[in-house]
């Protein structure tokens, strides 16, 4: 299955012509992406742990709970990431390919 669609690799606008770079993109599954996202969400959990009894004081706690919270929503949309990125690579011709890093 081929995801790409053919687009257009010149467009003229107005007396313009822009010409299109035939560019893949970096990270099309979005596995890494999400892993460094979640773990940007762990570190700033772990760094604000140490000041956990000025943040209550200020009344700033929720914080610390949006980490957590980011880090328990990273974890489930890395599962689903590498989920996709399974099923993509098994729908391919050809079956199964060798995983990228992630």
């Known amino acids: 299955m081929d995801s790409r669609d053919e687009q257009p ?9 822009y010409v299109v770079a035939d560019v893949e993109p970096l990270d099309v599954d979005g596995v890494r992406t999400v892993a460094v996202g ?6 700033g959990f772990l760094a604000l742990l140490p000041f956990y009894g000025e943040l209550a ?3 700033r706690t929720w914080w610390l709970w949006t980490c957590l919270a980011g880090f328990g ?5 890395y599962e689903y990431c590498r989920r996709r990125r ?6 391919a011709p050809g079956g199964r390919r060798a995983r ?3």
């Open 9 to 17: 690799r010149r467009h003229e606008i107005g007396s313009r012509v």
């Open 38 to 43: 979640t773990a940007v969400w762990l570190i």
């Open 57 to 59: 004081d200020s009344g």
């Open 73 to 77: 929503l990273g974890l489930c949309g």
């Open 86 to 91: 399974d099923a993509r690579a098994e729908a």
């Open 100 to 102: 990228s890093a992630g």
